[in-house]
């Protein structure tokens, strides 16, 4: 998933690089039951509200995503309360995940270069990574995400090195 460009390269550049690179080369055997869908929230219809454009589509596939993926990962804009100004993710989603029945589990390993997502130091604070986490049954089973701003340039130096060796 990735949120919009606001100048510089797009964010979306660093993921085509990385995940080209390891996981869609032509011929690479090793990795061939790896299948990689990515959104783009320009791909979508956007829906005006009274809170701001919103992209109920992109919300969706990310739910199905929670419970169908192995690897989550988000590059954009982001904060305490979700993913992207459009709130493509939000508590809602979070707590209303299905990756958790009699039949299967499955839990995503969630990464996030985004600002914020998860305020570990900051009790009082119950951001939406904290939440996603922390659930009992429907949570990824680990995150590796910030917990303050983060710049896009370490956000594509930090990518590019953990999808080279995940």
Request: charged share 15%.
């Amino acid at each position: 998933m990735d949120d919009n460009n606001e100048g510089g390269s797009p964010f979306h550049n660093v993921m085509n690089t990385s995940l080209a690179g390891i996981f869609e080369q032509p011929g690479q055997q090793e990795l061939k039951e790896y299948n990689v869908k990515k959104l783009y929230m320009d791909a979508f219809a956007a829906q005006s509200t009274s809170a701001g454009l919103r992209f109920p589509q992109v919300t969706q596939a990310i739910s199905n995503a929670i419970g169908n993926s192995l690897y989550l990962f988000y590059f954009g804009h982001g904060g305490i309360n979700g993913w992207a100004q459009e709130r493509i993710l939000t508590s809602t989603e979070v707590q209303n995940a299905h990756n958790f029945s009699s039949i299967y589990s499955r839990f995503p390993f969630v990464s996030t270069i985004t600002c914020e997502f998860t305020l570990w130091d900051e009790p009082g604070t119950n951001s939406v990574g904290e939440q996603f986490i922390k659930l009992k049954q429907e949570s990824a089973s680990a995150m590796i995400t910030s917990s303050r701003a983060i710049g896009v340039d370490y956000g594509r130096d930090f990518t590019n090195t953990f999808t080279e060796y995940f």
